[in-house]
Every structure is written in structure tokens, then in C-alpha cells.
């Protein structure tokens, strides 16, 4: 599996292209804007989107989705159904973080702890990591040890929890329960920063260190 992060809208988020090396078939995680410059990394990379997936659906992350699956005739796989409310929001969120066009949008599907989900030969696990958004997913490639972990986690930090339904101890359960047990070599695409391992914030990250109680 090969992938290119695309930094896209005022907020520099981590919009991810995935592909698989033998199909040259792709998905891409969390849209949140800038199209051009997400057509132009599926252009040069040549390759086939078949998905787009979505971590949650904070519209930074999610803003282009509608815009992206209907240009290329794919389906919406993410986020969990408890971030169906945010979708709703949308109008709301163009507002109040100066958006200036985005859709409401129908996953295709909903994920749930323990799905997968697939483009080309390539198996992506999913996990439910609720704190940040109630309804937040992660990805996870076990082969090439690499999680897509939208804002659950940053190098060095972890996700805002003071938007509506999130939750300061829900989030720091779900990192220590469900991304740190997949084991420290693991490298993470955050939504937003530079990448980092498990290991490393196991070590130094001043929320979710194991020195932390």
C-alpha cells in the first residue's frame, strides 16, 4: 500500500490518499476540502478512486466528501452513526468555521468496531474510537503497520474535546484501549501535524503517556 497526505483547507488537515501498489485502486480519508488539489493527487499518482472513507465528520474533515464521491461515482464508507448529528450541522459548521461551500451528505455506509473496509487488494481494520466526536473511526493497515487516526491523536497532543458530545476520559480510553495494544512500531497519520509512532507518544506525549495517570 502506498499513500500521499494532501494538507487541505485553513486548518492544514491530513486529507489522505491510499492505493494499492498491484491495483492501482484507491480511497481517500477525510476530504475536507481544496478538491483541486485532491483530483490533482489522484491524477498524478494515476490511479482509481473506489471509496471515500471518513474518520468523523467535523467539516474540515468531511466538507468535500459529497463533492468528491460524486465526482468519481464512489461510495462513502465512515464515519460511525453517532456522528450523523455533525453531518447534519454542516450549514451550521460552514458558518462558524468560515467555510465557504460544503455539502450534507449519506454515508453509504456506517462503521462499527471490527469492520473493514477495502480498495483493491487492500484491507484497511476499523476502530471505534469515540472522545473527540462520538462517532470518530480510525484505519489501520497491519501489513505496513500505519493507522489513519484522523484527531484522536497528534504528535505530542491528542483531540479537542469541548465541541458538543465530546469527552475528555471517553477519548483517552480509546487511545490506550484500542490504537496503543496495536504496538508501539505503529506509524499514525494525524488529522492535522506531522506523523509519529504509538511508541513515541507512548513514551513522551504529555496526555496519554504511560507515566500519566
Known amino acids: 500500500m502506498q499513500y500521499q497526505i494532501i494538507p487541505v483547507t485553513p486548518f492544514q488537515q491530513n486529507c489522505t490518499l491510499f492505493w494499492c501498489d498491484e491495483t492501482k485502486k484507491a480511497a481517500v480519508v477525510d ?107 480510525v484505519f489501520f493497515h497491519r501489513e505496513t503497520k500505519l493507522a489513519q487516526v484522523g484527531d484522536v491523536l497528534f504528535k505530542g497532543s491528542m483531540g479537542r474535546t469541548d465541541f458538543p458530545r465530546g469527552d475528555h476520559a471517553t477519548l483517552i480510553k480509546s487511545i490506550r484501549e484500542n490504537l496503543f495494544p496495536l504496538g508501539d512500531d505503529v506509524c499514525f497519520i494525524p488529522g492535522h501535524g506531522p506523523m509519529s509512532t504509538f511508541g513515541e507518544e507512548r513514551r513522551t506525549n504529555p496526555f496519554v503517556a504511560d507515566r500519566v495517570s
Do not use: M
Open 31 to 137: 476530504p475536507g476540502g481544496d478538491i483541486e488539489l485532491i483530483n490533482q493527487a489522484i491524477e498524478q499518482n494515476g490511479v482509481t478512486l473506489e471509496k471515500v472513507l471518513l474518520t468523523h465528520a467535523h467539516i474540515d474533515h468531511a466538507g468535500a466528501t459529497k463533492a468528491v464521491a460524486e465526482k468519481y461515482s464512489v461510495d462513502i464508507e465512515g464515519p460511525h452513526k453517532e456522528d450523523k448529528f455533525w453531518i447534519d450541522l454542516i450549514p451550521e459548521q460552514i458558518t462558524r468555521f468560515g467555510f465557504d461551500h460544503a455539502e450534507i451528505f449519506e454515508p453509504t455506509r456506517w462503521l462499527n468496531q471490527g469492520d473493514t473496509v477495502t480498495f483493491g487488494n487492500i484491507s484497511l481494520e476499523v476502530y471505534f474510537c469515540p472522545g473527540h466526536t462520538p462517532g470518530h473511526v
